[in-house]
């Protein structure tokens, strides 16, 4: 079945360090890849997408390029901030899994000043 | 302005009681979804409905009733309660099935006593 794999956490940072965190899948068929980042106390948001092989989606200076090859959906940022703390989720949609996003375990990310 | 909005935030009940979480979006969104997220901020999908119509049941206990009146709101209700059910709650829409971007509200905590 489809699945998401992500480094488990908790990950944390000094403010301005380069922050990368691992997402692999599994899906039959083209999934649709996402990151959605949870801040404390609130609902989840999208953070950036790619819905074929080799797209990059970005936001926020946050990137993550859809790897065919490799399955994996990494999310890099360059220079991290402490506002930059939450719980980040990678997901996937497939045509298969109709009506059904399928998450990872999400990595909690703090960032110290 | 709120795109999806669901009420309580909190809920704290004893075992054994019923309540409902209400979910409403004004996103015109065709497909709406529960989600329940665990203490480990695990995220597993319980129902989708796409225009009023059942999609989804994630082998949920059917004490756990899911009521769409038009396609704007998803209601939740929860039948003898037990303490394995406090979590919190999210409810999310998307334009359409499986492959677009979902819109999460801001989560029903919910704790049983």
């Known amino acids: 079945g489809n699945s998401v794999t992500q480094m488990e956490g908790p990950v944390t940072l000094s403010e301005e360090a380069f922050l990368t965190i691992n997402c692999t899948y599994t899906?039959?068929?083209?999934?649709?890849l996402f990151w959605y980042v949870q801040y404390p106390g609130e609902g989840l948001q999208l953070l950036l997408k790619?819905?074929?092989?080799?797209d990059k989606g970005s936001n926020k200076g946050f990137e993550a390029t859809y790897r065919k090859e490799t399955t994996s959906f990494h999310l890099e940022k360059g220079s991290v901030q402490v506002s930059d703390s939450a719980v980040y989720f990678c997901?996937?949609?497939?045509?298969?899994?109709?009506?059904?996003?399928?998450f990872g375990s999400g990595t909690r990310l703090s960032i110290r000043p | 302005d709120t795109a999806v909005s669901q009420t309580p935030k909190y809920l704290v009940t004893q075992m054994g009681n019923d309540k409902s979480i209400k979910c409403e979006q004004n996103?015109?969104?065709?497909?709406m979804y529960w989600y329940k997220q665990d203490s480990k901020k695990f995220l597993k999908i319980m129902f989708s409905?796409?225009?009023?119509?059942?999609?989804i049941n994630e082998t949920v206990p059917n004490r756990f009733s899911p009521k769409s009146p038009d396609k704007a709101h998803l209601n939740l209700h929860i039948n003898s309660l037990e303490l394995g059910d406090s979590a919190v709650y999210f409810c999310?829409?998307?334009?359409?099935?499986?492959?677009?971007?979902?819109?999460f509200g801001q989560g029903t905590r919910l704790t049983v006593v």
């Open positions: 999310a829409s998307s334009l359409a099935e499986g492959a677009a971007e979902a819109f």
């Open positions: 899906a039959t068929g083209y999934p649709s």
């Open positions: 790619a819905t074929k092989a080799d």
């Open positions: 997901a996937l949609t497939t045509y298969s899994s109709a009506s059904k996003i399928i």
């Open positions: 996103l015109g969104h065709d497909t």
């Open positions: 409905y796409n225009n009023k119509e059942l999609i």
